[in-house]
């Protein structure tokens, strides 16, 4: 039944545009087959070609889901993103498609409070805010623990008892649960610096509420990344353990330096 139901929509949808009663706006990165002049919202940035950005998903079911997009991407008159990179990405990876590509954020923020800087402290906490998926590269922070001593340095990840199982026995390490976006501001607060090493991001919303919030954020150097001009953003090769010991070394070289950023 709902089969039936899902095929009558499509049927029903499709005649309506056709007779220019209303446009369709698809939200969820993948255009509807069969349906012209759709405006496409593509938020994933792993659809982006691996041949053209190398820490795109290369798997199965990402080479699945790029090869449906290539396909009904004829069936949308508008694509809309959520910043140059992926514009440029995305143009690139189907062809220098000639749809017209926007640019628009999206995202409607309240405005957020000045962190608060507490330079008394003798430990630093250096928050992850993100998911567990493997191209938010947790790896680079577990090698930087294991590699270097770090002893007035805590780091913290966002994640369940059992996603963090794996890592409960690595020095300075610990975790949070998720939050939510009412209680940001006063979860960010509680930590002197937010670390964002992911390797592929649509835009990256901690270094824009980083940012917001005057708070130091240590950010990949990555295209993704430079969307937002900052002093507070501090860059390190996400590949690099050493790279990232240099940045956050110079960060925190002493908390005078820290307190006047």
């Known amino acids: 039944n709902l089969n039936k139901f899902n095929f009558l929509y499509l049927v029903f949808a499709k005649f309506l545009i056709k007779q220019r009663y209303f446009d369709i706006h698809v939200m969820g990165d ?8 759709q405006t496409l ?6 659809l982006i070609n691996p041949a053209i950005y190398k820490y795109s998903k290369s798997d199965l079911l990402f080479s699945l889901k790029r090869l449906y997009l290539s396909i009904f991407l004829k069936n949308t008159k508008k694509i809309i993103v959520q910043s140059n990179f992926m514009k440029k990405f995305i143009k690139k990876s189907y062809n220098n498609l000639k749809y017209k590509i926007i640019i628009d954020h999206n995202l409607e923020f309240k405005k957020l409070k000045l962190h608060k800087k507490n330079v008394n402290k003798k430990k630093i906490k250096i928050l992850y ?29 966002t994640c369940t008892k059992k996603e963090f199982e794996p890592y409960k026995n690595i020095r ?9 976006n009412k209680n940001l501001e006063k979860i960010y607060n509680q930590y002197d610096a937010i670390i964002f090493p992911s390797l592929i991001e649509s835009l990256g919303l ?48 002493n908390w005078s330096i820290f307190s006047k950023l």
């Open 30 to 37: 993948y255009p509807l087959p069969f349906i012209k002049d």
């Open 206 to 253: 901690p270094i824009i509420e980083a940012t917001q919030m005057r708070m130091p954020i240590l950010v990949s150097d990555l295209p993704y990344s430079k969307e937002i001009n900052s002093n507070y953003i501090k860059y390190f090769n996400p590949k690099s353990t050493k790279s990232l010991y240099k940045t956050i070394y110079n960060l925190f070289l």
């Open 172 to 180: 300075n390490l610990y975790r949070i649960n998720y939050f939510d």
């Open 41 to 46: 919202y593509i938020n994933q940035a792993n």
């Open 129 to 157: 805010p993100s998911s567990m998926y493997n191209y938010k590269n947790h790896e680079i922070i577990i090698h930087l623990l294991k590699d270097y001593v770090l002893k007035n340095i805590n780091f913290y990840f």
